[in-house]
């Protein structure tokens, strides 16, 4: 099913050359007239009806030249693992600030901010939370993404831009692991919620977990059933075959014991935990 409908004249997609923003790339062209991509690094040349703008998040003028003349943005840029806190700073909390420092000097009223499950990464596997369970962040990454959570609530309250903080899960074509079958959310299902997010009438400040219709799974999303997110796709097919592939999980591993895997047990300076 096709949920997509144009909302928005010109959307600004940040992080369009990373593995989600192409993702989104070829299909957010649903969602609006002109698509505008952002990032750091090189974007190739715009197809029809795209336009690149190199930005560096870190940077408050260039971040207002990428927001400038969009009605909603799709905020994916940033580092997307766990890093030295200074790193993390300039991208993830400075970058954030900037972008909705621009938003609200352009009159922007929607934004789609993509959280993590690393906001709450320090809860058990065995646990079910909601939206409304506290923050416990596993990563100087998890922190900087609880960050964005809140200061998106306060231009809610403070200036009335709504956000979408999606807490994806572990988006990738297919699940790699058995705590992946748990945290999948297919490409198709980022589309779907992206685009619910941003075509629900009120979407106010939101938190929805980002994850497809999987059989295992830590999150309910009752707290957001105003945003109108159907998953279609479930991990369970991959299921068979993660398991032949993948080790039994060790249990003294920390990994193994909390939600967000390797991270709560990550070095910041080695990147992405294994
Ligand atoms: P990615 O690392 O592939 O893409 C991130 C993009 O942000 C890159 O193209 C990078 O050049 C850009 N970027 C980094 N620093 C920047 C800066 N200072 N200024 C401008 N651009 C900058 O990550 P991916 O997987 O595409 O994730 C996209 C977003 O979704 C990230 O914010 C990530 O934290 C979040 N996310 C992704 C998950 C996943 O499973 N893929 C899970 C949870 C959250
Ligand atoms: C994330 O936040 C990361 O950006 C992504 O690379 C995955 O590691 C994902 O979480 C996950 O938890 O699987």
Redesign the pocket.
């Known amino acids: 099913m096709n949920t997509a409908a144009k909302t928005h004249p010109r959307i600004l997609l940040?992080?369009?050359?990373?593995?989600?923003?192409?993702?989104l790339r070829s299909r957010l062209h649903q969602n609006c007239d002109v698509l505008r991509l952002?990032?750091?690094?090189d974007l190739g040349a715009p197809l029809a009806n795209e336009e690149c703008v190199i930005?560096?998040?870190?940077q408050a003028s260039q971040v207002d030249a990428a927001v400038a003349g969009c009605q909603a943005i799709v905020?994916?840029?940033?580092?997307?693992?766990e890093a030295p806190f200074e790193a993390i700073m300039?991208?993830?909390i400075l970058?954030v600030y900037h972008l909705y420092e621009a938003a609200r000097r352009h009159g922007v009223k929607r934004v789609i901010f993509?959280?993590?499950?690393?906001v709450v990464g320090f809860y058990r596997q065995g646990e079910t939370i909601t939206a409304d369970h506290p923050p416990r962040p596993d990563s100087f990454?998890g922190v900087s993404?609880a960050f964005g959570e809140d200061l998106s609530r306060f231009y809610f309250d403070r200036w009335g831009i709504e956000t979408a903080c999606v807490?994806?899960?572990?988006?990738?074509p297919e699940p790699k692991d058995r705590r992946m079958l748990a945290t999948w959310?297919s490409y198709e299902d980022l589309h779907r919620l992206v685009s619910a997010c941003l075509s629900t009438p009120v979407l106010g400040h939101s938190i929805v977990f980002?994850m497809s219709n999987n059989a295992v799974t830590w999150w309910d999303n009752s707290r957001a059933r105003h945003v109108g997110f159907v998953p279609a796709d479930t991990s369970d097919v991959f299921r068979d075959a993660v398991f032949a592939r993948t080790p039994t999980p060790d249990l003294s591993d920390p990994a193994a014991l909390y939600q967000g895997g390797a991270f709560v047990r990550a070095d910041p300076t080695q990147g992405k935990p294994t």
Do not use: E
């Not at 940040?14 to 993702?23: F, R, S, Y």
């Not at 930005?55 to 870190?58: K, P």
């Not at 993509?114 to 690393?118: D, E, G, I, P, R």
């Open positions: 940040t992080g369009a050359a990373g593995g989600l923003g192409q993702a952002s990032d750091m690094v930005a560096d998040l870190a905020h994916l840029g940033g580092i997307s693992v300039q991208a993830n970058g993509a959280s993590s499950n690393h990454y993404k807490r994806i899960g572990s988006s990738f959310l980002g």
